[in-house]
């Protein structure tokens, strides 16, 4: 065959090539693709062996790349797998799971047991504050909330038994930036493992793994798969953490279907120019509400008045399209006045697809470490591939509703 993109597993080669490139030929190799530009779709549950004996040494080795039985997965899922594990230099491998709270649980249940403490930020994704405040806890496992801005502080509230410092950077509603150079610095003087949740920013825009961080987790749903129609997630470990995650995940039998994975697969070939246009469409869009009377704040890491701006700046190498604003202070009617009437912006959850969205967002009631205060009602974007100016012009009938409306 050979005409597949030069590549060998674990040989590191790939580590010298630019992101775009690693995304085009990431897990497309000449033995799982033939002749055919992309990994074919296997639908598998039974893998027939040679003979008993062929049987017998499979069961043994459980060595990743390694055909057994279909949860273990075939070349589909192998090859995001490894594309995925390319962009994280450092990391031996990933781990997929079939949503992003999904990753996020099989992380933590990796490092975690019964006694342990986690110390978790305040700012975080809210159904991983509900995983940790019900599934954690029952198992004896106690969650501490701390304030996104800590930094090297969190050296002042590791305790005798903190076992692993979750992060999410930028937080996915509020979007304060953390300083993980300093929290993985306290966390590898003490001990502790570090997950981050990267979803926001990418591999592309924060390789976790080479920044120290054990776990570097992906709600792919996001912005791999990049077209809102599949749900995925994925767990990139160091060579320490790798072996005791995959045996996690395979405990609890955890398994991403063949066409999920080659969609998230084909999403992954365009990520890079995806996100510099969700990234110059996002700008546009916030630095232009940032004019408004209406709009007393814009939170997006990339604006200089964003919490953790300058830490943004030293960490990130680009920003991606989600943002909030807070308006000036209308009741959330008017808000809803605003949203409602939208063209080119959808309601609903989920972000990193094409297309533009527009959430309310009410972060008070998810902090219990921090104060949320703000002037006025929030509203979060994904600012999707639409041309900003007809985004900004569609936002723009919408404050005009929202004045109506005050
Ligand atoms: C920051 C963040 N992490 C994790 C998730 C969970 O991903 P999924 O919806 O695939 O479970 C989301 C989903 O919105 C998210 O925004």
Same mark, same amino acid.
């Given at each position: 065959?050979?005409?597949?993109?030069?590549?060998?597993?674990?040989?590191?080669?790939?580590?010298?090539l630019?992101?775009?490139?690693?995304?085009?030929?990431?897990?497309?190799r000449?033995?799982?693709?033939?002749p055919?530009?992309?990994?074919?779709?296997?639908?598998?549950?039974?893998?027939?062996f040679?003979? /008993?004996?062929?049987?017998?040494h499979?069961?043994?080795?459980?060595?990743?790349?390694?055909?057994?039985?279909?949860?273990?997965?075939?070349?589909?899922?192998?090859?995001?797998?490894?594309?995925?594990?390319?962009?994280e230099?450092?990391?031996?491998?990933t781990?997929?799971?079939?949503?992003?709270?999904?990753?996020?649980?099989?992380?933590?249940?990796?490092?975690?047991?019964?006694?342990?403490?986690?110390?978790?930020?305040?700012?975080?994704?809210?159904?991983?504050?509900?995983? /940790?405040?019900?599934?954690?806890?029952?198992?004896?496992?106690?969650?501490?909330?701390?304030?996104?801005?800590?930094?090297?502080?969190?050296?002042?509230?590791?305790g005798?038994?903190?076992?692993?410092?979750?992060?999410?950077?930028?937080?996915?509603?509020?979007?304060?930036?953390?300083?993980?150079?300093?929290?993985?610095?306290?966390?590898?003087?003490?001990?502790?493992?570090?997950?981050?949740?990267?979803?926001?920013?990418?591999?592309?825009?924060?390789?976790?793994?080479?920044?120290?961080?054990?776990?570097?987790?992906?709600? /792919?749903?996001?912005?791999?798969?990049?077209?809102s129609?599949a749900?995925?997630?994925?767990?990139?470990?160091?060579?320490?953490?790798?072996?005791?995650?995959?045996?996690?995940?395979?405990?609890?039998?955890?398994?991403?279907?063949?066409?999920?994975?080659y969609?998230?697969s084909?999403?992954?070939?365009?990520?890079?120019?995806?996100l510099?246009?969700?990234?110059?469409?996002?700008?546009?869009?916030?630095?232009?509400l940032?004019?408004?009377?209406e709009?007393?704040?814009?939170?997006?890491?990339?604006?200089?008045? /964003?919490?953790?701006?300058?830490?943004?700046?030293?960490?990130?190498?680009?920003?991606?399209?989600?943002?909030?604003?807070?308006?000036?202070?209308?009741?959330?009617?008017?808000?809803?006045?605003?949203?409602?009437?939208?063209?080119?912006?959808?309601?609903?959850?989920?972000?990193?697809?094409?297309?533009?969205?527009a959430l309310p967002?009410?972060?008070?009631?998810?902090r219990?470490?921090?104060?949320w205060?703000?002037?006025g009602?929030?509203?979060?974007?994904?600012?999707?591939?639409?041309?900003?100016d007809d985004?900004?012009?569609?936002?723009?009938?919408?404050?005009?509703?929202?004045?109506?409306s005050?």
């Open positions: 065959m050979g005409r597949g993109p030069d590549h060998t597993e674990g040989d590191g080669m790939s580590d010298d630019r992101d775009e490139t690693k995304l085009v030929s990431g897990g497309r000449p033995e799982w693709t033939g055919i530009v992309n990994p074919p779709i296997h639908r598998a549950s039974t893998i027939l040679e003979d /008993c004996a062929a049987l017998k499979g069961a043994g080795r459980n060595a990743d790349g390694d055909f057994h039985y279909g949860r273990r997965g075939t070349p589909t899922q192998w090859a995001l797998a490894e594309a995925l594990t390319e962009l230099p450092g990391a031996e491998g781990i997929l799971y079939p949503s992003g709270v999904a990753a996020i649980a099989g992380a933590l249940l990796t490092v975690l047991k019964s006694g342990d403490e986690l110390l978790m930020v305040d700012s975080v994704y809210g159904p991983t504050r509900a995983f /940790c405040d019900t599934v954690l806890r029952g198992m004896g496992i106690a969650t501490r909330y701390y304030d996104p801005s800590i930094g090297a502080g969190i050296a002042e509230i590791v005798e038994r903190t076992a692993a410092i979750f992060l999410e950077s930028p937080g996915s509603l509020t979007f304060e930036v953390q300083d993980i150079p300093a929290i993985v610095a306290v966390a590898k003087a003490r001990g502790i493992v570090t997950l981050l949740d990267n979803t926001w920013a990418t591999p592309l825009f924060f390789p976790a793994i080479a920044a120290g961080i054990d776990l570097a987790i992906l709600a /792919c749903t996001k912005y791999i798969v990049g077209h129609d749900m995925l997630g994925s767990v990139t470990a160091t060579p320490a953490h790798y072996p005791a995650l995959r045996r996690m995940s395979q405990l609890f039998g955890q398994y991403v279907s063949p066409d999920d994975a969609l998230a084909r999403g992954l070939r365009t990520l890079a120019v995806r510099r246009a969700h990234e110059a469409g996002g700008l546009a869009v916030a630095r232009w940032e004019t408004r009377p709009v007393a704040g814009v939170l997006h890491p990339a604006l200089p008045g /964003c919490p953790g701006h300058a830490l943004w700046v030293r960490d990130f190498t680009g920003a991606t399209g989600l943002f909030a604003f807070i308006l000036d202070g209308g009741p959330a009617s008017a808000r809803a006045a605003l949203i409602d009437g939208l063209r080119h912006f959808g309601i609903g959850y989920s972000w990193g697809g094409y297309e533009s969205l967002i009410d972060p008070a009631g998810l219990t470490a921090t104060a205060q703000a002037a009602p929030a509203i979060r974007l994904h600012i999707g591939l639409e041309h900003p985004l900004i012009a569609d936002l723009a009938a919408g404050l005009d509703r929202y004045t109506e005050k």
